[in-house]
């Protein structure tokens, strides 16, 4: 049988240590390699050339290093969003965005958002990625070398990735082992280090997803997309609410705060005359009230396949005066990357053809 090579970016660190220790070499020498990928990123074998030669020689032979090639690389003109357009060694292409955002003492916070599949099953009607149809589910390298892309890219300017959003192309939840084996990777304390405070997920509401991350004490933060406080008008917008309707969904939500006292955010999508209605606000308000929750509006950013338009911003306001009547505190997103379709589902991957 021909030996398929490991791309080291797909383990974790026990994994890696569990696959040296099958060689004959102790969890120092895993330590030590773990030590070259993530502390020192060696891009290649070679870079790790002090290693025991023998070592070296069997990781040449049996794995790979796996990083993504930049197919375009675009950089937004209000300057605070640099898209990656990055090929996958099967030649998919997917986005990753390297955002900046002013922190309170004037400092730039460089988030990278990342993709978690080729394309999205859930088909939002808002969304390019939905608009696009499933590929595949990416592989925690795949999601780890994204992480690795924007890292090095800011590297080189002296700075530091600080946060990292599951908000690019695809559902994490629908490819929670991926994703949570590269959440372990990332907030490895000898390797990224990433606090995992640090890194949000944000699903459209895959129920059975919100309570294994609840039982399994994910450390992360979890992000609820609602768009819609009503059944008839979320399932307008996103398929997935008839499989998992809000009563459900509401109770998962209940249940992750139970076991993880940590506050959700909740992600609406202000869409003019379709969800921005004060009726709309104040079923939300009666959804979420007493929840430990915060509300994330996302203006609608625009995509070939969908006609709506942005809410105008007296109902927005209007929407959150009403939000803040239920205690409900309330963020409007600010559009960033939008000339480079970097902005929250803009991401499609269509590359060089646009
Ligand atoms: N699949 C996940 C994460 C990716 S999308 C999810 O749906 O939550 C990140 C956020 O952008 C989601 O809240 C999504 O609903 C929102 N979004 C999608 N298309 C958008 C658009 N055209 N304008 C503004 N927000 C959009
Ligand atoms: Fe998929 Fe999220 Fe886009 Fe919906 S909004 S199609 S779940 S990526």
Redesign the pocket.
């Known amino acids: 049988m021909h030996d398929h090579p490991t791309s080291l970016y797909d383990l974790t660190h026990d994994q890696l240590a569990a696959l040296l220790n099958g060689w004959g070499y102790s969890a120092y020498h895993a330590g030590l390699v773990w030590e070259k990928l993530y502390q020192q990123r060696a891009q290649s074998p070679v870079e790790m050339g002090d290693l025991r030669p023998d070592l070296l020689a069997r990781l040449q032979a049996h794995t790979v290093l796996n990083r993504l090639d930049t197919q375009l690389d675009t950089a937004s003109s209000d300057g605070f969003a640099r898209k990656f357009l990055l090929r996958l060694p099967d030649n998919q292409t997917i986005e990753t965005v390297l955002m900046r955002f002013e922190g309170r003492e004037g400092e730039a916070r460089a988030t990278a958002c990342v993709s978690t599949q080729a394309g999205?099953a859930?088909g939002?009607v808002?969304?390019?990625?939905g608009q696009m149809g499933f590929t595949r589910h990416l592989s925690p390298g795949e999601i780890v070398a994204q992480v690795l892309h924007v890292d090095g890219i800011l590297q080189a300017s002296g700075e530091r990735l600080r946060n990292i959003v599951?908000?690019?192309m695809?559902?994490?939840l629908h490819n929670y082992e991926g994703v949570m084996t590269a959440v372990a990777i990332l907030t490895d304390h000898k390797g990224l280090a990433i606090a995992p405070k640090h890194i949000t997920l944000?699903?459209?509401g895959v129920v059975p997803g919100i309570i294994r991350m609840a039982d399994e004490a994910s450390p992360i933060r979890l992000?609820v997309?609602l768009?819609g406080a009503t059944d008839a008008e979320r399932q307008a917008l996103v398929p997935p609410a008839r499989r998992w309707p809000l009563a459900e969904l509401m109770d998962a939500c209940r249940y992750y705060l139970a076991q993880r006292k940590r506050r959700i955010f909740f992600?609406w999508?202000l869409i003019a005359g379709e969800n921005d209605t004060p009726e709309q606000a104040h079923a939300l308000g009666g959804l979420l009230q007493g929840m430990a929750a915060h509300v994330n509006l996302?203006?609608?950013?625009?995509?070939t396949g969908?006609g709506g338009e942005p809410s105008h911003s007296r109902a927005a306001k209007q929407f959150q005066a009403i939000l803040a009547r239920y205690d409900l505190p309330s963020t409007m997103r600010q559009r960033r990357g939008i000339d480079i379709a970097a902005?929250?589902?803009?991401l499609k991957a269509e590359g060089l053809t646009r």
């Not at 808002?126 to 990625?129: G, H, R």
């Not at 996302?298 to 995509?303: A, F, G, Q, S």
């Not at 902005?343 to 803009?346: A, D, I, P, R, V």
């Open positions: 999205c859930m939002c808002f969304c390019a990625t599951f908000m690019g695809g559902e994490p944000s699903t459209v992000a997309s768009h992600e999508t996302i203006p609608l950013n625009p995509t969908y902005g929250c589902g803009q």
